[in-house]
């Protein structure tokens, strides 16, 4: 009954997703922004992508996290991929440091493919690259298709400074990410959508060692914890475990974007804190359960918040510009 009643809720929802198409709340994005400009460039970033992802897995959730880091912080501009010589760009803060290079690779390559189409050369921002990117990991994942809403320039700033706060860690509990999320537009279902992406991906033992070691005075390990999954990461994460050692976010299928987070979550195998703590209120438990019980509404509604996520400090006309090299401001 509980269940049911769920995923009539989110199916509202959706159907309400569906009723206003989103360039209808956002005109300053087209689908076919570059319509005339560059045709194919869907196909060029999409053959791009498919090369990179055979030769590495980790492609898939590097560009995905690359894209939820640059979007959180300025907006979806690309700023998270210029470079500085003194280190104080905003790729070199603290909690951009683990992003995989793989991800500013994926973006670099696509781009580099694009511009070798002579009609296509500098029309095409780095920011909308990494849109078309994500969507297309995901789908090589075997997540859902969708249109991407394009016309984004590229940011001209990145600081280090401004990365501080602006970002979920993995010790968040449900309380701190609604309100992380809340300031960006982001309601507590896009944060449940969203928080499905780590369905593909890793992470650094460090991240979750507190929760199998000496968790508080009453318990070693974090209660919310399945026993037997927590030994299974105490085997794979000792407690002077090498720091670069990671661990598949997801136990059951961690390279297919499905909605088997979302099961693990109610078995008590949610790798971090912050992802076990989606169950922690009445409705946020409801909505893992609808997900968990549903794969096609989590792709909707999933859909529904990363195209949001996209929107997020835009930057337009002369706000910004077309990088030539998305590691350096013209």
């Known amino acids: 009954m509980e269940t049911t009643f769920s995923i009539l809720y989110l199916l509202i929802i959706s159907l309400f997703l569906l009723i206003i198409p989103p360039n209808h ?7 076919d922004y570059y319509r005339k400009s560059c045709p194919n460039i869907e196909s060029i970033v999409h053959h791009a992508v498919k090369k990179k992802l055979k030769q590495t897995s980790v492609t898939a959730p590097a560009t995905l996290r690359l894209f939820f880091h640059d979007c959180f912080v300025h907006g979806c501009d690309a700023s998270v991929m210029i470079a500085s010589p003194n280190g104080n760009a ?16 994926t973006v670099i390559r696509a781009k580099a493919a694009v511009d070798s ?18 969507r297309d990991v995901i789908l090589l994942s075997g997540g859902p298709n969708y249109k991407v809403e394009l016309g984004r320039r590229d940011g001209r700033i990145s600081r280090k400074a401004s990365v501080k706060g602006h970002l979920p860690h993995a010790h968040f509990n449900y309380n701190q990410l609604k309100a992380l999320f809340a300031t960006h537009g982001l309601s507590q279902v896009d944060l449940i959508a969203l928080s499905g992406a780590h369905t593909i991906g890793f992470s650094h033992c460090r991240q979750f060692s ?16 399945h026993q037997g999954y927590a030994k299974e990461l105490q085997l794979k994460c000792p ?9 598949a976010l997801d136990p059951t299928t961690p390279l297919a974007f499905d909605n088997a987070f979302y099961k693990n979550l109610q078995q008590g195998k949610g790798l971090l804190s912050s992802d076990q703590a989606l169950l922690a209120t009445k409705k ?20 529904a918040a990363i195209t949001k996520l996209g929107r997020l400090g835009v930057k337009t006309g002369n706000h910004g510009e077309i990088r030539r090299d998305c590691r350096f401001p013209n």
């Not at 709340?25 to 689908?31: T, V």
């Not at 905003?90 to 690779?105: I, Q, T, V």
């Not at 189409?117 to 994500?134: E, Q």
């Not at 407690?239 to 661990?247: I, K, M, N, S, W």
């Open 25 to 31: 709340c956002f005109p300053q994005l087209k689908h």
């Open 90 to 105: 905003e790729k070199d803060a603290p909690d951009d440091l683990s992003l995989a290079g793989d991800g500013f690779d």
């Open 117 to 134: 189409v002579s009609r296509c050369k500098n029309k095409v921002s780095c920011a909308d690259i990494l849109a078309l990117a994500t």
């Open 210 to 225: 507190k929760r199998i070691y000496n968790y508080n005075s009453q318990s070693s390990i974090d209660p919310t914890l």
């Open 239 to 247: 407690r002077h475990v090498d720091p670069r050692v990671a661990v």
């Open 284 to 303: 946020s438990k409801r909505v893992v359960n609808a997900f968990a019980s549903n794969n096609t509404l989590f792709e909707r509604l999933f859909v």
